[in-house]
Structures are given as C-alpha cells and as structure tokens.
Nanobody
Framework: QVQTVESGGGLVQPGGSLRLSCTTS????????MGWYRQAPGKQRELVAA???????RYADFVKGRFIVSRDNGKNTVYLQMNSLAPEDTAVYFC????????WGPGTQVTVSS
C-alpha cells in the first residue's frame, strides 16, 4: 500500500513562511506527477500546486507568486515552500498524485494567525 507522510506545518503569523515536505513510498516516484492539496474547515479539498515528472509546475491562482513546489526524486519527496502566508491559507495540507488517486495521508496542519 502506497503511503504518503506530510510534515512541516505549524502556526505562523500572517506574512510568514513555512516549508512543507511529503515523502511517499510510491514506486518509481520520478515517473509520477505529484500535487499538493489543502482542505480548510467546511470546504472541499482543492489543488494548491502540482509538479509533473518533467518538473513542469502549475499553481492555483490563489497561490501564484507566493508558493513554490519542488521535488527531490532521490528522496521520493515533494516540497511546498509557502511565503506571504495569509489567514485564508489555514488548512490541512496533503500530497497525492496529480490527479489524486492514492489513499490520503494524515496531512499537516497549517494555521496562519496573529
């Protein structure tokens, strides 16, 4: 069973930064398109950013210019650098394939508050 483990979340003030990491056991990780998703209370899970096997990146409009997605194929890990965080970024952040078709991991909580 493929697993993903997200980490790096926490409490941060508005304008602050966090770097999330997601390590997965997916076989031949380098061949898979990966995405970061988030789910805020009472809302549906949504795509935040994605990076494909060719390192092509795409972002949701609400994070463009603030977040950077990257990956390290040697570590089976995908990262999300989040800058200029705002209260509306508060959510549980998950990684999965893009589009998502694996079991969801536990996610990592990001709370932006003063």
């Amino acid at each position: 069973q493929v697993q993903t483990v997200e980490s790096g979340g926490g409490l941060v003030q508005p304008g602050g930064s966090l770097r999330l990491s997601c390590t997965t056991s997916i076989y031949q990780f380098e061949l898979h398109d990966m995405g970061w998703y988030r789910q805020a209370p009472g809302k549906q899970r949504e795509l935040v950013a994605a990076i494909d096997s060719d390192m092509v990146k795409r972002y949701a409009d609400f994070v463009k210019g603030r977040f950077i997605v990257s990956r390290d194929n040697g570590k089976n890990t995908v990262y999300l650098q989040m800058n200029s965080l705002a209260p509306e970024d508060t959510a549980v952040y998950f990684c999965n394939r893009d589009p998502p078709d694996m079991d969801w991991g536990p996610g990592t909580q990001v709370t932006v508050s003063s």
